[in-house]
């Protein structure tokens, strides 16, 4: 069964430009959440969708959004880049239906980077 | 909120020595506990969990134990290997099943 894969791998992007990246969960996994890793703040969670809806947000600004389409695909977009916005973000998909934790998998990441 | 705090890196060890890495935790309610970790430019892998109180998680020779009276969920690994070199996250599920609260990591070099 393939991983959970999030497209580019590597970004540059300047202050004020946006950005939309993606992520494909594992096959038959319907909840995707997104995470950011900084050498800062650690890993933070942004946000997370179950068939398309958004179930949880973390404490990020308006500017960091995201999606999920109905084959559980995911992106998330931030709008107007910071520099404090670079980052790996992560993404991690699992099986849940509701209330029950299911382990959740990680993607390898997207490499963002704001000049 | 929920939160997490395990020992800063990084941490040295020769091969065969023995590993502690220590998380406590602050949450309400019951959370379920987990060991995550992170090799050079990979994502990251569940290393072990624990969903109750004195359940005992273990994978790959690494064991972690919930201790709900302590509030801890230590990670250990009797005889460490080079492979073993990478970053380690403690990490709950709190209220919200849904989202992972994680600590800061701790870097862990084994030397051969």
């Known amino acids: 069964k393939a991983g959970v894969t999030q497209t580019p791998r590597y970004l540059i992007k300047t202050r004020g430009q946006q950005v939309t990246l993606s992520c494909s969960p594992i096959?038959?996994?319907?909840?995707v959440s997104w995470y950011q890793q900084t050498p800062g703040q650690g890993l933070q969670f942004l946000f997370e969708?179950?068939?398309?809806?958004?179930?949880n947000k973390g404490n990020f600004p308006g500017r960091f959004s995201g999606r999920q389409f109905s084959n559980s695909r995911s992106e998330m977009n931030v709008s107007t880049l910071e520099l404090g916005d670079s980052a790996l973000y992560l993404c991690?998909?699992?099986?849940?239906?509701?209330?029950?934790?299911?382990?959740?998998?990680f993607g390898p990441g997207t490499r963002l980077t704001v000049l | 909120g929920d939160s997490v705090t395990q020992m800063e890196g990084p941490v040295t060890l020769s091969e065969e020595a023995f590993l502690t890495i220590n998380c406590t935790y602050t949450?309400?309610?019951?959370?379920?506990l987990f060991w995550y970790v992170q090799y050079p430019g990979e994502g990251l892998q569940l290393l072990l969990k624990?969903?109750?109180?004195?359940d005992k998680g273990s994978n790959k020779g690494f064991e972690a134990t919930y201790r709900k009276e302590t509030t801890s969920f230590h990670l250990e690994k009797g005889s460490v290997q080079v492979s073993d070199s990478a970053v380690y996250f403690c990490?709950?599920?709190?209220?919200?099943?849904?989202?992972?609260?994680f600590g800061k990591g701790t870097l862990l070099t084994v030397n051969p």
């Open positions: 096959s038959g996994h319907r909840s």
């Open positions: 624990a969903t109750k109180a004195d």
């Open positions: 969708y179950f068939s398309e809806t958004q179930r």
């Open positions: 990490a709950l599920t709190g209220g919200s099943n849904y989202k992972l609260t």
């Open positions: 991690a998909s699992s099986y849940t239906t509701s209330g029950d934790y299911n382990e959740q998998f």
């Open positions: 949450a309400t309610g019951y959370p379920s």
